[in-house]
C-alpha cells in the first residue's frame, strides 16, 4: 500500500513538469508565488482538494458516445465544485477562526486542483485510496515547490536595472519561458 | 438619451480594457496554459478563441442574473459548476462551427472550463454589474484572448511551416510548437503592451497639466 502510494506521489510529482515544461496552472503558480507567506497553506489546501476529487471525481465514466471527451472534464469540474462548497461551508460554520485564515485560498486551490488533474481525468484514472493519497501528496508538493521557485525570481522580475517595459509581468514571463525551455530539455519536449 | 450615451462611452471603456489596455492574458497573466501549450497554428488559435467566446458570454451572463442570489462564499463554486454545465455545450458548438477543432486542442481544451480569465471575470466582475457591461466585459475579454492567441498562433504557424497564408517562407524549425516558446513570446507582447501604457499614462498626465496650470 505504501509502495503504491509513493509510486502516485512520484507520478503526480510529474505535474511540475506539467507547471514548468506545460505552463499548465502557471496563473495561480504566479498569484501563490506573490504571497510566499501562504504558499505551504496554498499547497496543503492543493493536497486536500486534489485527494478529494480524487476519491470523488476519477471515476470511469459510462461512454458517453462522441461527446464523452467533453463530459470527462466536465462532470470531474463538477465534482471539485462539490468538494469546495462542502470545504468552505464546513469550515465556515464549524472552524470559523480557520476559515478566515484560509478563505482567500481556497478558491484558487480548488480550481487549481482541476488544472493540474486533467491530464489523468482525461486518461479516466480511478484510484484507490492508497493511490489518491499519494496522488494528494505529490501534487500538493509539486505545487509547492513551483510556488517557492517562483517566489525566488520575483524581486529578480522587478529588478530596476531592467528596462520598464519589461519590469514585472513580461520578466516573469521570460523568465518561465527559459525555465521551460530547460524542462523541454529534460522531457524532449513531451508533456506528461 | 444622455444616459443612453454614457451607458454607451461606459460599455466601450470596458470593452477597450478587455480588449487591449487590461488584456486578462497580457496585463492579468490570466488563461496562459491554452494559449502557450495549444495556440500552436492560426486553425488552434480560432478553436480557443471561440471555445472562449461560447464560455465567457453565458458564465458571465449567468452569474450576472443570478450570482448575487448566492452568498459570496459559495459564488466560486457556482462559477465551477456554471462553467462545467456550459462546457459540453460550448465544445459541441465549437466542433460543429469549426469540425475538429476541440478534439485537436487536447488538454488546453478541457482546461478551458476552469480558464482563470473566464473564471475571474464571472466571478469578481459579473455579479456586481448590469448585464450590458458584463456582455461588453465578455466581448472585449474574449477578443484580447483571441488577439493574443492569433498572434502566438500566426507566429508559431509561420516559423513551424513557413508559410502564412498569402506569404511562404522557408521553415525555420521545430521545437516553437512546445509552451517555452509561447511563454517567451507573451514575454516580449506583455513587454509592447507594458511600454504602450505607461506611454498612454504620460499623455494623460501632460494632457491634465495643460488643462489645470
Redesign the interface.
Known sequence: MFAEMMATALLALGAENLLFAGGSGFSRALRSARRPAAAGRYALLVAWFSLASALIGFRPLPPFGTGGEALRPACFAAAAAGVYAATAALLRFLLPALYRRVSGLLAPAAVNTVVLAMPYVRRSFSFGPAAAAGYALGTGLAFYLASLLLAGAEPKCRNADMPAAFRGLPAAFLYVGILSMAFAGFTGGRVF | MKRNGQLLRGARSIFLNGLLFRNPV??G?????PL??AARSVGSAAALSLLFLLLALPCGLILCFFGMLAPR??R???V??V???C??AA??LADLLLPGS??GL??A???M??N?AV?SRA?EYAPEHVAAAVLADAFGCSLGFAGVAFLLGALRGLWLTGSLPGAVLPPAGK?FD???????M???L???L??LN?RRAERAAERLKRRIP
Do not use: D, K, T
Request: aromatic residues 18%; contains cysteine; hydrophobic residues 60%.
Open positions: 497580457l496585463v497573466a490570466l488563461g496562459l496554459y502557450v501549450a462564499w459559495f466560486p463554486g457556482l465551477l459548476l462553467s462545467a454545465a462546457y459540453p465544445a459541441a476541440v478534439s487536447g488538454m481544451a478541457g482546461l472550463i476552469c482563470s473564471y466571478e521545437g512546445l509552451p517555452f516558446a509561447g511563454f517567451l507573451l514575454g516580449f506583455a513587454a509592447l507594458q511600454w505607461r
